[in-house]
């Protein structure tokens, strides 16, 4: 396993053990003495796991995919990542810095601030109806790198010529905008302030396709241009295939399955991966797969067993031990795991562990 | 096409008044739907896929009003028909599955006692046998534990329960047709596809005609015969799935199916479609809404569209097609 692994240089973030746990059902303060002290005996309140030991890094220049269904995590990890939640356990290294320890509540006057933008997945409601698209993409600098003014409509209309908004645009409003052009607004809100790692939250989610391919080419673009790197949250797997480098695959606060895009797609190895990838409906003869149709309710996220797979209940291959043994990332393929009992790595992979 | 299909919609147009001017949202629409049949309707947000719906059903907004053009469903022609008597057929013979399950549910009811609702409303099932039935209906959308949940509010049930809750409302009384707005829009990957299944199976069961309508071509193809395309109020083009995909007439539905991510593509290879809808609300729309879009356009493109029918029921609106 020596020449697979590539060099080693400090990742632009490094995510180790990561935990989210919310207090459900958490006693209310005001209660009087006498309830607190019945309550604090009744033992700790249920925790929810959001965000449950999540580990990964993304490369400088890198697009690593995030997916997973509604529920799974995914908006609380980019809401720890952005450092708008403060994690309950771990570490978040930005180019070996920590950044996870900061408060959230500091984090938005720190240095590191720019250096982490995101862009929301409702254009129109993530931007202000009463700020025209100039003072939009104008307000992130003010706030983290003021500028005199005459620079500032500069650099506006450098930013808006980036994202391929015609400058006349800029003097009007969210709702004299289209869908495209609100997403461009969003965008180049988002690199104003030169960041070095951009979370996409479902940027094309509102679009419709003959706009959504318009705006992930501009994605892919500025990545180039500006050697940012992206985590890119969709639903659609088909926007992942296409942008993404690397994909993780999340399930009930656990990452299931992280890989090179190719390897993943072409050999998921987990049942959620396959499940997912054979409900993408497609029209392309050929490319038809087995149908694979989850049945049943995800298991529930609080305080749930230690010792069961996280995907027992919905999973069409469960046996035994997948109720006594929680699975673990093991290596599938070169930089390619996943977490399943059942999962088996390539031949050759095997051989070299061995 | 010898037998009579189950709904004929010919020259349909529809106008909304508002105080930007009149809009014309649909321009003489053609589509029809056999019994059994499942067709989708594609086409961008603005081409007028959910008012032909609306219009069909007659629940079109106040504003709206159809200017020309039939519907007709088992010999009636529903633009024409009383309020009563779509009042009668809504339920019974046709009915709609709204596209945000939450909004369409009441808030404030259970959901058993909302199936239940309809069943005595039109399908003439008794207040005492009601609640039974509905039940039957919420195993027959496979809800585990269908006692339980018939006592739950909408927001106690996840977004895919919901949509079920939907189904099972929409085809409690059997209809003969089934019009999808979008069913699966705001659902996860793997809830589509459950969902998208319990309705083609459940519509083959009964022998009951869906018109699913829907912006994704790739669910369009996966799960219906017919596609119908349609771009800013036209149809533009119509014709069996397999025949769209491999070979599209109308220069939108190439440029569509060129847009959408698929598999084999490259980020490079999708291309976009240049401009947008032209503005409904001007007096002078060309006859053909896509020629200022179109890379294909000729002089004969700003004479009246042409429509070229073919045997099998396919249809293409322009003077160049592909």
Known sequence: MTDQTPPKETPLLDVTALYKLFAVGKPAARFKRPVKEWLQAAGPSPKLHAVDNVNFTIARGETMGLVGESGCGKSTLV?????????????????????????AKGFGSSPYRPRVQMVFQDATDSLNPRYTAFDAIADPIN?????????????????????????????????????????????????????????????????DVSVQVVILQLLDDLKQRLGMSYLFVSHDLNVVRLLCDRVMVMYLGKIVEIGPADSVFRNPRHPYTQALLSAIPHFEPGAASARIRLGGEPRSPIDPSPNV????????????????????????????????????????LVKVIA | MTSVPLLDVKDLSVEFRTRGGIVKALDRVDFS????????????????????????????????????????????????????????????????????PRVALNPIRRVGAQIADVLIEHGGVTRAEAPGRAIDMLKKVRIPDPERRAKAYPFELSGGMCQRIMIAIALACSPKLLIADEPTTGLDVTTQAVIMDLIAELGAAQGMSTVLITHDLGMAAEYCNRIVVMHAGHVVETAPTAELFNNPRHPYTARLIAATPRPTASLRGLASIPGSLPDLRATHIPPCRYSLRCERKTPDCDKPLPVHRQKDGALVACWNPL
């Open chain 1, 143 to 207: 706030r983290l790198k003021p500028m005199p003014s005459a620079d500032l409509a500069k650099r506006v209309a450098e930013l808006a010529d980036l994202c391929g908004l015609p400058q006349a645009l800029l003097s009007r409003f969210p709702h004299q905008l289209s869908g495209g052009q609100k997403a461009r607004v969003g965008i180049a809100r988002a690199i104003a302030v030169d960041p070095e790692l951009l979370i996409l939250d479902e940027p094309t989610a509102a679009l």
């Open chain 1, 79 to 103: 809401r720890l990542l952005t450092r708008l939640l403060d994690p309950t356990d771990g570490s978040i290294r930005l180019n070996g810095e920590e950044i996870g320890q900061m408060p």
């Open chain 2, 33 to 100: 739907v056999e019994k059994g049949e499942m067709i989708a309707i594609v086409g961008e947000s603005g081409s007028g896929k959910s008012v032909s719906a609306y219009t069909i059903m007659g629940i079109l907004d106040p504003a709206g009003k159809a200017t020309s053009g039939s519907a007709v469903f088992g010999g009636q022609d529903l633009l024409r028909a009383k309020e009563s008597e779509l009042r009668e057929l809504r339920g019974r013979e046709m009915s709609m599955i709204f596209q945000n």
């Open chain 1, 309 to 348: 797979c996280r995907f027992m209940g919905r999973c069409p291959k469960s046996i035994a031990q997948c109720e006594t043994a929680m699975p673990h990332l093991r290596p599938m393929a070169p930089g390619h795991e996943a977490s399943c009992h059942l999962a088996e790595p390539d031949a050759d």
